[in-house]
């Protein structure tokens, strides 16, 4: 499969990036009074991406403010899908084959890490259907070994009442993204030399936890808890 990445600049955004961005720029600004704040923190070369989900519509509303790509993993039958499979094909979006998802997909994501891109994952792996952490699944454990870049932790809150499973369309809710304290490259590489990735993995799952808990007292300051 291959996972290489026509664009030879991982801060570049190509046509198709770049319509889906400003679509839903507006979109959002609409619908969600959609902010976003901590973007500052974001390293400049590549870096994991780790996000609470809630929604089909987190990876649009992480990445749409951003002014460089991320690369998410999805199904590799979406690929076949006919015009979706088109974007995604041209939205840095990683095919990932359920039965190969320990070796393929792994090997793509560090591809790209090391390549310098964004790569968001969702350690949950499913949708959370009350807006809290779940259990977090240690496989992006495996790129974090590997690839040797900053961690990013990213809470959402808003989402999930936006466009909880089951709907068709959107609704107007206001959703919040705060992009947490960032793990550097050097701070990993201690956690993982160490054999501490039990430590590492508690630690992201606290940051997370504050960021999401941002999100949701931006949008409510009363849901902030003692």
């Known amino acids: 499969m291959n996972t290489t990445n026509s664009s030879v600049d991982p801060h570049a ?3 198709v990036w770049r319509s889906f961005q ?3 720029q507006n979109v959002f600004v609409f619908a969600f009074r959609y902010r976003i704040r901590g973007a500052e923190q974001l390293p400049d070369g590549g870096a994991l991406l780790l996000m ?3 929604s089909f519509i987190d990876p649009l509303v992480v990445a749409v403010s951003f002014q460089r790509p991320v690369s998410y993993l999805a199904r590799h039958n979406l690929f076949s899908v006919p015009l979706i499979g088109t974007i995604l094909r041209n939205a840095y979006v990683i095919p990932i084959r359920r039965n190969a998802a320990s070796t393929e997909s792994i090997r793509a994501a560090i591809e790209r890490l090391k390549q310098g891109y964004y790569v968001g994952l969702f350690p949950e792996g499913t949708r959370s259907q009350d807006g809290l952490l779940h259990e977090m699944k240690p496989g992006f454990l495996a790129i974090v070994r590997r690839a040797s870049v900053p961690i ?3 809470g959402i809150a808003g989402a999930g009442t936006a466009y909880p499973r089951g709907v068709v369309f959107i609704r107007p809710r206001t959703v919040r993204v705060v992009v947490g304290q960032p793990f550097s490259a050097e701070e990993v590489r201690e956690y993982c030399e160490a054999g501490k990735e039990a430590e590492l993995m508690a630690d992201i799952r606290f940051h997370l936890e504050q960021a999401m808990q941002s999100a949701r007292s931006w949008i409510d300051p009363t849901s ?3």
């Open 152 to 154: 990013i932790p990213i």
């Open 13 to 15: 955004r190509n046509w």
């Open 22 to 24: 400003l679509l839903m």
């Open 52 to 54: 609470n989900h809630q």
């Open 224 to 226: 902030e808890r003692s």
